[in-house]
């Protein structure tokens, strides 16, 4: 499109990556310290710091090879929690058995196109707009792509990371089923401790502690600090990718644009080293007031933050992919339209309140929608042979100014 679209996009996805941070060091604290007598405030600072340590030292390489160990960690814990889970209730028939007794198995009802409900059609559609941000506007992964060898080893890579979701998302879920067996069902061993129990305590109840309380309760000692250090490795490798591509987007679209290279490439990476700081403070800061405030679904606050800061990117990118006729205007225009949709669903209908996952939908086709009808008022005069689908075989030649 133009600077202008290039700017407000790595503008749009720092902001949007800021608070990512904060949501992700906020979570780990919570689950942590609802069950120890640790502070709160402590451990986050202290989640956070490691993070801009590590991310301030390591760059790329450190933040890909973290997430293989932490990865690996982090599914290994899970499948742990499933496992001795599932004995203590005694075998997975039993906790069959809970599932389809309390509505916990796909049920046709579950099918229905209401949009004031989490229902299947609509977590899908969310998830694809969700899905489509990630791998197309979100720099943390497309960082990932510059570091493989060829084409062909990024498709290779994304087969992977597509076969690995469709096991670690059942792995996931499962593991909230066992532990509702395990809590809750005809089979459970023990009951819900009252500070998680909604039937005691009412809206203030938190269950973000649910996994680590089985941990530390359920589990040997030494395998319950593993599945502790798999929480945090999450939450690390969360953080560590999302300061590198602030860092990296703030550095490129905006310093080596309008101030240029520096005479000693030293010197930009010292900047973007500083970024990273700067960075991983402000989420920190954003997380401690998380703390403070005692903020509770933040399931669904990431997702009405990922609907107004980031899926109106994929919107905008998947207008400049499909269209010949989008401008930068147009799409400066579409991506204002697309936040002042996401502003009135979330205060001004109950879509929002019952279903967040109707945000990310309405954000995408917002920026997109829009930015095509508002470039009809602006000339087009760009040259963008080989920018589109449409010529996507053809070589992009530069105009001279």
């Not at 080596?256 to 930009?268: E, V, W």
């Amino acid at each position: 499109f133009n600077p202008s679209v290039r700017v407000v996009g790595s503008v749009l996805f720092s902001l949007f990556h800021i608070g990512r941070v904060a949501i992700v060091i906020y979570l780990p604290t919570v689950a942590i310290t609802s069950v120890s007598t640790l502070n709160p405030f402590l451990v986050c600072a202290v989640i956070g710091l490691l993070c801009v340590v590590y991310s301030f030292l390591g760059g790329v390489e450190g933040v890909i090879w973290t997430d293989v160990i932490q990865g690996i960690i982090l599914l290994g814990g899970a499948i742990l929690v499933i496992i001795l889970g599932a004995y203590h209730v005694g075998g997975f028939g039993n906790i069959t058995q809970d599932a389809l007794a309390n509505g916990k198995i796909v049920t046709a009802e579950k099918f229905n196109w209401s949009l004031t409900a989490s229902t299947i059609p609509i977590i899908f559609i969310g998830s694809v707009f969700n899905s489509l941000q990630q791998y197309t506007a979100s720099q943390d992964v497309v960082q990932r792509y510059s570091t493989t060898e060829s084409v062909k080893e990024t498709n290779k890579s994304l087969w992977t990371n597509g076969l690995l979701a469709f096991i670690s998302i059942p792995i996931f879920y499962g593991m909230g089923t066992v532990l509702y067996s395990f809590y809750k069902g005809s089979h459970a061993v023990t009951k819900l401790p009252d500070f998680m129990n909604a039937e005691v305590v009412g809206k203030a109840a938190n269950t973000t502690a649910l996994v680590p309380y089985f941990i530390l309760t359920a589990l040997p000692a030494g395998v319950a600090g593993l599945v502790i250090a798999a929480i945090l490795a999450a939450a690390q490798s969360t953080i560590a990718s999302s300061l590198n591509s602030i860092s990296a987007c703030i550095t490129v679209d905006i310093k080596q644009r309008f101030f240029g290279l520096s005479k000693d490439a030293k010197q930009d990476v010292l900047l973007a080293r500083v970024i990273i700081i700067v960075a991983g403070v402000l989420g920190t800061i954003a997380a401690l007031y998380f703390v403070n405030t005692n903020q509770k679904e933040t399931w669904d606050l990431f997702l009405k933050y990922i609907g107004l800061l980031g899926v109106p990117l994929a919107g905008t990118f998947a207008l400049g992919i499909f269209t010949k006729r989008a401008n930068g205007a147009g799409a400066l225009l579409g991506l204002l339209v697309a936040g002042v949709v996401c502003w009135y669903i979330q205060d001004y209908t109950t879509y929002a309140k019952q279903s967040p996952f109707i945000f990310s939908g309405f954000s995408f086709l917002s920026a997109l929608v829009f930015g095509y009808i508002c470039s009809f008022f602006f000339k087009s005069t760009k040259n963008i042979t080989g920018l589109t689908i449409y010529t996507k075989d053809q070589e992009y030649v530069k105009e001279a100014k």
